[in-house]
């Protein structure tokens, strides 16, 4: 439900409204239009009667909406969300990309990619610390060491970092060093997890998992959302598929869909949606022109050696060379990278 307030209704009149309506028991936002302020209401049935929250002083107009989430939609919030950490804005003019090593590996591979992808303009430094691998057997990342070394790695670059959570006994520790956790595609439907990352107030990038419609992966946003974290990133990474040349199916629509849909942010991680190093550029030129916020790219200056995901991993002068292609389709589309 959307509750739409008099245009002059004043600060304490609002809040008076959003605590009545928490004391029915629903979650709450407050989204501020240009020329209107919304409220947002999570978890009304529709056969609810709608009637007494229409009648309280100060509301002018109450909407029952179309779609099964409510903060994640565009009925609540018609403005993009820009999603600020520092001075860096994701789902604003500027294309944000991220980039780095599938993990954090050693001091002198993270220092190394992260000097590289500085200079080749990225602002994000990504990178895996706790790997959520296929096999048991294969590298699991280095835990807290790989911490607090892609944290220095980025300190010595002026670039935030962005690492994976896999559980929510990890918030603390990560918190410590992140400044955006990733819920990676395995964890899309971790739905504890999504509740507790609710509560913090750090941004989270959500990424789709290979089986999920994008409705599904708006509603794993709203989890997040209904908890009060309103900054979150969405991530296109490519979809399962009967198509085997290439590690997953990048689905390009899913931007403008989402960006239809949602006011969230939507970036693209062609790494994982191709594979394949050589198609990483072809498709990352695809998602910018879609409209995508930001890329997520995987980078290693020895990729033979990489203990995960080598092979879809650029050389940091193909990172360079993506970085004067997609300049120019950005600078198309009245976009800057
Ligand atoms: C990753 O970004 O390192 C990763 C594991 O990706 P995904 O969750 O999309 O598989
Ligand atoms: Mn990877």
């Given at each position: 439900?959307?509750?739409?307030?008099?245009?002059?209704?004043?600060?304490?009149?609002?809040?008076?409204?959003?605590?009545?309506?928490?004391?029915?028991?629903?979650?709450?936002q407050?989204?501020?239009g240009?020329?209107?302020?919304?409220?947002?209401?999570?978890?009304i049935?529709?056969?609810y009667?709608?009637?007494p929250?229409?009648?309280?002083?100060?509301?002018s107009?109450?909407?029952?909406?179309?779609?099964?989430?409510?903060?994640?939609?565009?009925?609540?919030?018609?403005?993009?969300?820009?999603?600020?950490i520092?001075?860096?804005?994701?789902?604003?003019?500027?294309?944000?990309?991220?980039?780095?090593?599938?993990?954090?590996?050693?001091?002198?591979?993270?220092?190394?990619?992260?000097?590289?992808?500085?200079?080749?303009g990225?602002?994000?430094?990504?990178?895996?610390?706790?790997?959520?691998?296929?096999?048991?057997?294969?590298?699991?990342?280095?835990?807290?060491?790989?911490?607090?070394?892609?944290?220095?790695?980025?300190?010595?670059?002026?670039?935030?970092?962005?690492?994976?959570?896999?559980?929510?006994?990890?918030?603390?520790?990560?918190?410590?060093?992140?400044?955006?956790?990733?819920?990676?595609?395995?964890?899309?439907?971790?739905y504890p997890?999504?509740?507790?990352?609710?509560?913090?107030?750090?941004?989270?990038?959500?990424?789709?998992?290979?089986?999920?419609?994008?409705?599904?992966l708006?509603?794993?946003?709203?989890?997040?959302?209904?908890?009060?974290?309103?900054?979150?990133?969405?991530?296109?990474?490519?979809?399962?598929?009967f198509?085997?040349s290439t590690?997953?199916?990048?689905?390009?629509?899913?931007?403008?869909?989402?960006?239809?849909?949602?006011?969230?942010p939507?970036?693209?991680?062609?790494?994982?949606?191709?594979?394949?190093?050589?198609?990483?550029?072809?498709?990352?030129?695809a998602?910018?022109?879609?409209?995508?916020?930001?890329?997520?790219?995987?980078?290693?200056?020895?990729?033979?050696?990489?203990?995960s995901?080598?092979?879809?991993?650029?050389l940091?002068?193909?990172?360079?060379?993506?970085?004067?292609?997609?300049?120019?389709?950005?600078?198309?589309?009245?976009?800057?990278?």
């Amino acid at each position: 439900m959307v509750i739409f307030l008099d245009k002059d209704a004043p600060d304490e009149k609002i809040q008076e409204i959003i605590d009545k309506i928490r004391e029915l028991g629903f979650s709450v936002q407050k989204s501020e239009g240009q020329n209107q302020t919304v409220i947002g209401v999570g978890g009304i049935k529709p056969e609810y009667d709608l009637k007494p929250i229409s009648l309280i002083e100060g509301v002018s107009k109450v909407l029952g909406i179309s779609e099964p989430y409510v903060f994640a939609g565009r009925e609540f919030k018609q403005t993009d969300t820009v999603v600020q950490i520092g001075d860096v804005k994701i789902g604003g003019e500027e294309v944000v990309i991220f980039a780095g090593p599938c993990a954090v590996e050693s001091e002198e591979q993270i220092f190394n990619i992260a000097g590289q992808i500085a200079k080749a303009g990225a602002k994000i430094l990504r990178g895996g610390a706790y790997k959520p691998r296929t096999s048991p057997y294969s590298f699991q990342g280095l835990g807290e060491q790989g911490l607090k070394l892609i944290r220095q790695a980025a300190d010595q670059n002026n670039l935030l970092v962005i690492t994976e959570i896999l559980e929510s006994s990890q918030i603390d520790l990560i918190g410590k060093y992140t400044d955006i956790f990733q819920v990676g595609a395995r964890n899309m439907h971790n739905y504890p997890l999504l509740k507790e990352l609710g509560k913090i107030d750090k941004p989270v990038m959500l990424k789709r998992g290979w089986s999920a419609t994008i409705d599904e992966l708006l509603m794993s946003a709203e989890y997040i959302l209904a908890g009060g974290n309103m900054r979150v990133i969405l991530c296109e990474r490519g979809i399962r598929t009967f198509e085997p040349s290439t590690r997953n199916t990048f689905d390009v629509s899913a931007i403008p869909v989402v960006h239809q849909k949602s006011h969230l942010p939507i970036i693209a991680d062609p790494s994982h949606a191709t594979g394949f190093r050589d198609k990483v550029i072809p498709v990352s030129r695809a998602a910018i022109a879609a409209g995508a916020d930001g890329l997520m790219i995987e980078v290693h200056h020895n990729p033979q050696k990489a203990l995960s995901d080598g092979p879809q991993a650029l050389l940091p002068d193909q990172l360079m060379q993506m970085m004067t292609e997609i300049r120019a389709i950005a600078k198309a589309i009245g976009r800057t990278i």
